[in-house]
């Protein structure tokens, strides 16, 4: 029986705020120190004059597919205003400033189909079988997270082979009975993107499949293929999803649970130390000397942060010391934010995410973690697509972005970075310009954030997209358990599984709630 236990949560990310609302839905008396002025993290909406944006580009995914995003939140108790984006994405292709080629991909599983073979004609018999692949692995990886949402109970089936592939003896006939079942798992278990899909010989369509590379930041070659796979079937498959006036507020209601049901976010609180005494997590200690204590402890801090940091009291295990360790971060982004006196229907722009490369190669196009050049990849997002209130009649709020990395930016003095800043942000919008041929010189609001602008404001220090890089070592099946080694301490957010995104968050914070919740029932 539960005995109204505490709950403190570093951090109000979207993972923290889910698992805060989660649990104080359901009794439990939370508090969240969060180091900003404000909740959210990345998740944040705000507004320039007339024009409004997001922190980051967010789409959400997986509405339409069982046990995802309208499964957590109906667990929540949200019901949120959602619009679905016509296009995945679009694909162009630049050389010496111009276009060369471009891709318009719609989304959901037909459509994109049939754009891909209209691009493809003689391949047709090659993408009926990457769908097939793509759809089959995504939907043998939410059997297996669908086992961490319900009681595996009601999916005895799932759960059997999912033992078996697990803890059968390799080449066993038990584990063969895990194998056959969960085929696909088996098959592309740790292979990269390039590993998976490499009976792909086509240069052009692995190109688009690739994309999703330009999302996370990571080279085909180095990205799991398992989490590409499933986000080409939540984005392209199904379609992404947007929430109709901004993220904002979907903070808006997860805030609301948490106050009305007695929690408290206290704000300009900095957690320094997690409490470790006899292997049991007991409270944490903010930088001012305070003390707090709690039953459960869960960080939505950086992973990397809340194990070497701000654990000083507890021996871990070797395998999750080295864990630790390497862990990568993932890559961050420079972002010019535009308001821009017209639309980009005039210069032919139909999808509200369009991707440029002027290397067919994505994984040219991203060594050695580009920084914004002449000829590096840049990602352009137009808000008015599918929020139009967050730009007047006829205008658009749009972003421009980049890959970069924090460290050319964090030891700068004020002076070389505001230098440095306005470099970066010429260079790109110059680029943009002549390749798109929109005159973004004409915008009447411009402004751009850095990797420093994105650690300062999510915490993470090494302002990552989507946390660690989302390797074959820490992808989605691989990335840190919300159960830490040390009793009652969890973790969520994009460090935790199932992933970084918005949707992957919130989803985390659900996952670990219920895990809590089940414990103390």
Request: net charge positive; with cysteine; proline share 4%.
């Amino acid at each position: 029986m539960r005995t109204g236990s505490d709950v403190i949560i570093i951090g109000s990310g979207i993972g923290g705020l889910s698992a805060g609302a989660y649990l104080a839905g359901r009794g439990y008396k939370v508090k969240i120190y969060e180091r900003m002025h404000q909740p959210g993290g990345y998740v944040h909406t705000f507004k320039r004059k007339s024009y409004t944006f997001e922190a980051t580009t967010h789409q959400l995914s997986g509405y339409n597919v069982e046990l995802y995003l309208k499964r957590t939140l109906k667990l929540l108790g949200i019901d949120l205003p959602l619009v679905e984006h016509k296009h995945s994405f679009e694909s162009v292709l630049f050389k010496d400033n111009k276009i060369a080629k471009r891709y318009l991909i719609p989304s959901k599983i037909e459509n994109a189909r049939k754009a891909l073979q209209n691009y493809f004609p003689e391949e047709k018999e090659l993408i009926n079988k990457c769908l097939s692949e793509i759809k089959n692995t995504s939907i043998e990886m939410l059997k297996v997270k669908r086992l961490t949402r319900e009681s595996p109970l009601k999916h005895i089936k799932d759960m059997v082979f999912a033992l078996c592939l697990k803890n059968g003896k390799p080449g066993s006939a038990i584990q063969s009975f895990g194998k056959k079942y969960f085929n696909h798992i088996s098959k592309y278990k740790e292979q990269s993107f390039d590993e998976m899909f490499s009976y792909v010989d086509n240069e052009e369509l692995k190109f688009i499949l690739a994309q999703h590379c330009y999302f996370l930041g990571v080279q085909p070659s180095v990205v799991e293929g398992y989490l590409i796979s499933m986000l080409l079937f939540l984005y392209l498959c199904e379609c992404p999803l947007s929430i109709v006036g901004g993220t904002s507020v979907l903070l808006d209601e997860l805030i609301d649970i948490i106050t009305s049901n007695n929690g408290k976010i206290i704000y300009k609180s900095c957690v320094d130390k997690i409490i470790v005494k006899k292997g049991k997590a007991i409270g944490v200690q903010l930088e001012n000397g305070d003390e707090s204590y709690a039953g459960i402890i869960i960080s939505n801090a950086n992973a990397r942060l809340t194990f070497q940091d701000y654990i000083k009291d507890f021996k871990f295990k070797k395998e999750f010391k080295e864990k630790v360790s390497s862990y990568t971060p993932g890559a961050s982004a420079f972002q010019v934010y535009l308001g821009l006196p017209f639309t980009l229907h005039k210069y032919g722009f139909e999808a509200s995410t369009t991707m440029f490369s002027c290397s067919i190669d994505i994984n040219t196009a991203l060594k050695d973690k580009p920084i914004p050049n002449p000829d590096s990849p840049f990602l352009l997002t137009n808000y008015q697509y599918y929020n139009p209130e967050f730009s007047p009649k006829g205008k658009s709020s749009v972003v421009v972005a980049e890959f970069d990395n924090i460290d050319r930016w964090k030891d700068l003095d004020e002076a070389s970075y505001k230098k440095q800043k306005q470099e970066a942000q010429n260079l790109i919008l110059e680029k943009a310009k002549k390749v798109t041929g929109i005159p973004f010189d004409e915008a009447e609001v411009c402004f751009s954030g850095t990797p420093r602008t994105m650690a300062f404001y999510s915490g993470d220090p090494f302002g990552s997209i989507v946390g660690a890089e989302p390797n074959v070592n820490m992808g989605a099946l691989n990335r840190f358990d919300y159960a830490s080694p040390v009793k009652n301490l969890y973790i969520v957010g994009s460090d935790s599984k199932p992933c970084g995104g918005v949707s992957a968050c919130l989803d985390s914070g659900v996952i670990c709630g219920r895990a809590i919740d089940k414990k103390f029932i």
